[in-house]
Structure formats: C-alpha cells, structure tokens
T-cell receptor
C-alpha cells in the first residue's frame, strides 16, 4: 500500500539555524499538508498546498516558514531561523482531493529538536 | 471555524464496544468528518470518513446525526492493541483542518 514517507526521522539543530524537512507524498495525490505536534499536545495544522501554491495557512505558519515542491515527488518544509519553540513532531500528509473529499494520509513524522 | 471537542480519555476492557463522540458545531456544508488513530511516535492513521448518517468499514462505524454537529466513532470488540489516541478531523470553509484534542483510549485486559 502506498504511503507518505518523511526524512529524516529525527533532526537536531542549533537555534537560529535553517532546517529543511522532507516528505514524499503518495504519488498520485494532488494536495499536500504540513502539521506539527508539540510533545503532549494536539496535532496543529500549518499549511496546505495545491497546484504549486499555498492554499491556506494557519497563524503558526509565519514568515519563518516556507514550503516548496521542488520536483515531481518531494514536498519540503523550511524553517528559516529556528527557535526553541519550534521543537515538535512535524507531519506531512497528502490527499487525492482537498477539503474532506478524500482522507489525508500521514507520514510518521520528523522529530525536530532545537538546542 | 470548525473546531472540535472530544473527551480527554476513556477506559474500556477487551471485547467491549467503545463509542467516542466528537462535537463540531461549526462544520461547513461540504465538509466531511474523518477519524484518525495515533500511536506514540507515529503519524495519525486513517480509520473512517463520513458525511452524514452511518458509515461502516472493516474496523469501525461512524454515526452522524442529521444536524452534523457531532459524530460518534464506534469500535466493536476492542483489543489491547486499540489503546491509542483517537482524533476527529473536520475541514472548514477556508481549507484549514482542525484536529480535536484527541481521546486517549485505554483498553484493559
């Protein structure tokens, strides 16, 4: 069964450094998403992406964050200058169609630790 | 905004049926309701999705009343491996998806 894959599984970065989290969505999916989950808290929406542009973003997704689909398979989340509070699990998801028509399928996440 | 509310935790015993309810008062007309299961250090796993009335698959049933302001996930005959956090997901008109706070289900032997 096709699945969403994320790399790396764990990323440790110094505060202020840039970090790029990578995702390979399911191949025939068209909609892509990033979420984060701070330890012990609920999953929070960051951004949705369709047709090479951001469809929607949450208040968390400020100017320090960016997303890109650099080729036909990868979907990346970049944090420009990391802060301690960016430490969290980051999940990528993809779906065949947006807004609830098809379920989103999630990867197993990247644990980001900011020192 | 279609935010959701769920019980924080539930306990059950192996073999019992478990029902978890989610409230979503501001659900949009075209939104679907989706439930996910999450184990520690893993991403959410899709369980079931519905729009109204009842949906059933091989692992669960989903009951949605006519006003769609709530939904109930039903897990028949739970086992120890069903111990996890369960989330309901509803999309709103602005393409933002809100997870509920999650219900931690603890299945005891």
């Amino acid at each position: 069964e096709p699945e969403v894959t994320q790399t790396p599984s764990h990323q440790v970065t110094q505060m202020g450094q840039e970090v790029i989290l990578r995702c390979v969505p399911i191949s025939n999916h068209l909609y892509f998403y990033w979420y984060r989950q701070i330890l012990g808290q609920k999953v929070e929406f960051l951004v949705s992406f369709y047709n090479n542009e951001i469809s929607e973003k949450s208040e968390i997704f400020d100017d320090q964050f960016s997303v890109e689909r650099p080729d036909g398979s990868n979907f990346t989340l970049k944090i420009r200058s990391t802060k301690l509070e960016d430490s969290a699990m980051y999940f990528c998801a993809s779906s065949g169609a947006g807004i609830g028509n098809q379920p989103q399928h999630f990867g197993d996440g990247t644990r980001l630790s900011i020192l | 905004l279609a935010k959701t509310t769920q019980p924080i935790s539930m306990d059950s015993y192996e073999g019992q049926e478990v029902n978890i309810t989610c409230s979503h008062n501001n659900i949009a007309t075209n939104d679907y309701i989706t439930w996910y299961q999450q184990f520690p250090s893993q991403g959410p796993r899709f369980i079931i999705q519905g729009y109204k009335t009842k949906v059933t698959n091989e692992v669960a049933s989903l009951f949605i009343p006519a006003d769609r302001k709530s939904s109930t996930l039903s897990l028949p005959r739970v086992s120890l491996s069903d111990t996890a956090v369960y989330y309901c997901l509803v999309g709103d008109n602005f393409n933002k998806f809100y997870f509920g706070s999650g219900t931690k289900l603890n299945v005891k032997p």
